[in-house]
């Protein structure tokens, strides 16, 4: 029913410092600007827009998009999460641009979700001409690293098993991998796209993010991103890599944009099928590798955390 | 229903010839080995093998396999392919080792596949110590490239439109793109996974079999493997590239393996949903830039295909 | 006394042309622009310059430059080519924008030359803070491959041997490899520098231009270069490649620019030092795989050449 | 009259246990062996060793060596040496295998040090058949990273202005960038072939070393160097990086083998020419960006260095 993370929403306390790090640093693509809104994307994605950043006094995440299959499914979903006494509102086509209709709502352990199906696409489905390219084909015009795609929101709760009840049992999320602590289930990585997550659930004061991450072709690309924000003077928004986790196998770097939103720059996971049974890992595993497969060592700062949107669905 | 495309087997005169070839040059991971077959895999792979090589007289096709989400789904497809009045036969867990019950048939096109759920893992999905690492952190082990995994199965067949009949309408394979010539459609990219293919139906004589592609991480595997073979005294067997297909995307190697077998050493596909429409190239533009984007040549000797087994499913 | 090529001035009839081509796709920094004359250089060179493209009527070599020790080392030279009979002219300080005094020669085989010392440098020699970085790490204004230094130029001579008693036997230029056919050299790879070669000479109706090469970083780039040029609409402008060099060892991309002068992007030869014996090949092993490590096949518009300035030292 | 760095000499207490690292792990070729003494080279070295693992009771530095252009070179370098009063020894061809005749002296800083001419080359110089490739078109062959060569030796001395009395003025060395502190010269890179150095000074307690480095080719394989010893068990041997210096502008990840060796895994500095002046750093502005570009901190374990042979030239 539900097919990927879409999007997600940012806020962001200067639009134009944050266009400055998005766009002309790291490559997004502009996508739609208003006056309180920046709607970007990666270089290979056809939806208009996977990132929005949202002029506010604080930062932290507004809320974040979840694709489903079919228009139907919104009344499924609806009815699914009225059932669970949560707050949830109905919103028509183009409450935001270029999207149909949406469900948002706070899911259970408070984060602000919304459930989408149209959204519009940046290519005509139709190759004519050199003028049709697909969006990929145009690295003449790229800039900064560039970011591909988004990949996944990492989400901070209190209780991860809770937070499975929804995730994996109501919306049929598959955990690709977990860790074990203290007999709990201290973080999962959920999904359902192939990759090892669209939303990973670890233990910590919540509701809360930790980072959006974006998807990069591979090392070279990891590196490029910590070149380009130290030669751009952004030597400050390094935060930890590059480096691979050992759970999911992923390079990354985490950066920090101006307002102190991590974003993690990602390549290199790996699919495996829904219904295949989840990975566990011990905590001392995870805490020796599984963080950074090459040492178990980490800045302290890797461990703060960003609000989220307290007024969802509004 | 079905998942993504999960094997492939080819067939080699020389059972230690192409075990030089696949495993020693290219780096696959040999899982088994009988008598008359080789099973490999790719090194990111959790399934016990996805290439089978067994021998015979003369090379080609034997068959690929499909995996379905659930055991159930098999008798769906053998009704389904019984009212198509297709040769079909179910054969129990173990008939290929380490796979579940299976069903075999020969789809309306004259290719034969099988569909099969249960496939051993090479993982225990079980994470404690050094000695539980994921499949893939073993590079101190791999060779070669190495190839990462399976990503699609290219075949001939006499009616690109006809073939969509079963592959889209009863199997609900997605095109990803298509090239539309003299009216009709002249080839189509298919696929159950988000990928550009799992299944591309070109028109020429069929069935036949065009090619097996492996995914590789990027642009330096695939110049890599052109100095792997060339190094290694198989420089025959490069038959078409580096090059990148406009349509797709992908970056490309054609190599043939000793029994003149055609793999594609493939990377940098994109992913898009299932339900999104098909992009539609026209035969001029195809021909000029979809083959390959850097320009329209091509060797005459990429356009041969290899026969498959035509006693399918026996 | 020669330390290594410095430039190369091609002739182009659209200055305009030739700056969308360089600069705005390939990634070429502008350095200095007059009216018939735009002066580029790759992101990681010290001097201003190392490509000057001049507007003439028809493309072609202007002539290039070899930087040599010290400011007396253009006596001893303008008393070499003396001796050897040649047109020669010193020219003062300033002739070419940032250059010290400098010799222009026409040397026997019939190229445009020009030795200099000085030129000017872009970089202060003092870092105190985030404005001193060094050239290269400015990664957030570069775009394109981007192109790194100017590496070789490919020279066509009537006569190699001939052709060697100036380059190997007067002005100490070691041959890196060689191909010998009919019991003479057909070609000689010759350097100043460590590489494999500062000016290749190849036997073919000459004195012609056949490329000018410029250092990119890695296979990626290589790739990228085809990518960009297809990309921005300039397929006809990809030539050959990418391939690989048996004889120098180096990863290879030859492209035209709009007037039809040959640049090879190219990465991954290999140092040696001057005074270790040269590499000998037979013409069959160089025709097979010499050219190109990956097969003997090449596209026969890969023999044309360029003219040269027949008006220096003027 | 110096060329490069040509190889270096280091201490190790368990040759089994450094070969398992430097051969199977990392790809070092392995030369020759005897009781006492592993030969190894990098994969593109025409030398047939560049690096000497010595059995002893304790780790550290045997002696490093420097190529000469001729063999009248050592001669003067002879000269030189006993004007300057240091230890001494001129050495017959073949105390080391394959090395012509050798001087053998203790450097004004206490640093072990051979200077050489001839050494066994690897390659025939001849190419006529598939048997005769070049060096580094074995990759079928080659194994872990690979090493290509070896780039450099980072000594630590007492006065780094006293040190450059011997090595810039004495033997020649070409400072490519340094540091100043507190009004003398904190660390100086300096070096006869064009690259940022072949020997580093750095100031601390010395005589000593702090690493050997060599060269691979890009991003991927010091990424891929991290991740081949975590996937084999040395996690521990993970010391610093991946990482860019801001000096000499090269991607690094340094290592420690089995004994504490330090060995720098280098890639992407650049070539400038020995006349040019040297490039100063502030001590504030080195401290801030010129260890890291991406940022001040580093481990506290990096600041260790490593014994040298006190009982050179013996």
Do not use: C
């Not at 209709?101 to 001409?129: C, K, T």
């Not at 004061?205 to 952004?234: C, F, M, N, S, W």
């Not at 829904?274 to 700062?301: F, N, S």
Request: charged share 25%; proline share 7%.
């Amino acid at each position: 029913m539900i097919l990927r993370l879409g999007y997600a929403e940012l806020y962001v306390t200067d639009l134009e410092r944050a266009r400055a790090f998005y766009v002309e640093v790291l490559g997004f693509i502009e996508a739609e600007r208003t006056e309180n809104r920046l709607y970007l994307r990666g270089v290979e994605e056809f939806d208009r827009y996977s990132l929005i950043l949202t002029r506010r006094d604080t930062p932290g995440l507004g809320h974040f998009g979840l694709r489903v299959a079919s228009p139907e499914a919104l009344s499924t979903l609806e009815k699914l999460h009225a059932a669970l006494g949560v707050p949830l509102r109905r919103v028509p086509e183009g409450t935001l641009p270029g999207m149909g209709e949406a469900l948002w709502v706070r899911e259970p352990n408070g984060h602000p979700v919304a459930f989408y199906h149209e959204m519009d696409q940046v290519h005509s489905f139709s190759i004519a001409s050199s003028e049709d390219a697909l969006p990929m084909r145009r690295t003449h015009l790229f800039r900064g690293i560039p970011p591909l795609r988004i990949d996944h929101m990492n989400l901070r709760v209190a209780d991860v098993d809770a937070a499975l009840q929804y995730w994996r049992d109501r919306l049929a999320f598959s955990v690709s991998e977990y860790v074990v602590k203290d007999g709990a289930t201290f973080a999962a990585w959920t999904r359902r796209a192939p990759g090892t997550h669209d939303v990973a659930l670890v233990r910590a004061k919540g509701p809360a993010l930790h980072h959006v991450a974006y998807l990069v072709q591979g090392p070279q690309e990891i590196i490029r991103t910590a070149d380009l924000l130290a030669d751009a003077g952004y030597q400050a928004s390094i935060e930890f890599g590059p480096g691979r986790h050992g759970l999911s196998n992923a390079l990354f770097l985490y950066i920090r944009d101006p307002d102190g939103n991590r974003i993690e720059i990602y390549a290199n996971d790996y699919p495996r099928d829904l219904d295949r049974p989840p990975i566990r890992w011990t905590w001392e595993e995870y805490d020796r590798r599984g963080r950074l497969w090459w040492g178990p060592e980490y800045p302290a700062r890797f461990l703060e955390t960003q609000p989220v949107n307290d007024r969802w669905p509004g």
